[in-house]
């Protein structure tokens, strides 16, 4: 059974960090490509960053030099260490499991991301 299990969302402060993690089981993380997605209310869901396999990376503009995907394939885990953070990332962020040699796509059950003052 594939669990993606994602944690380290909550409220914070304008200018604030939050570190978000995505454990996962079930999948060969090793070639499994992984992604940070949100959907804030009324929007549809976006892509915030993505890591293939091979350590390439690529971050959605608005988040470009404050937000920082990495994955530790000793813990089939990946994260998100969000820095600078500002009211437009409030959103539900869904962590998400790409196969790149078997066929799959699994999302995580998502955790919230709020920034107010």
């Known amino acids: 059974q594939v669990r993606l299990v994602e944690s380290g969302g909550g409220l914070v402060q304008p200018g604030g960090s939050l570190r978000l993690s995505c454990a996962t089981s079930g999948v060969i993380f090793s070639i499994t490509a992984m992604g940070w997605y949100r959907q804030a209310p009324g929007k549809e869901r976006e892509l915030v960053a993505r890591?293939?396999?091979?350590?390439?990376?690529n971050y959605t503009d608005s988040v470009k030099g404050r937000f920082t995907i990495s994955r530790d394939n000793a813990k089939n885990t990946v994260y998100l260490q969000m820095n600078n953070l500002k009211p437009a990332d409030t959103a539900v962020y869904y962590c998400?499991?790409?196969?790149?040699?078997?066929?799959?796509?699994?999302w995580g059950q998502g955790t919230q991301v709020t920034v107010s003052s």
């Open positions: 998400r499991a790409t196969g790149t040699v078997l066929k799959y796509d699994y």
């Open positions: 890591l293939t396999t091979g350590g390439n990376t």
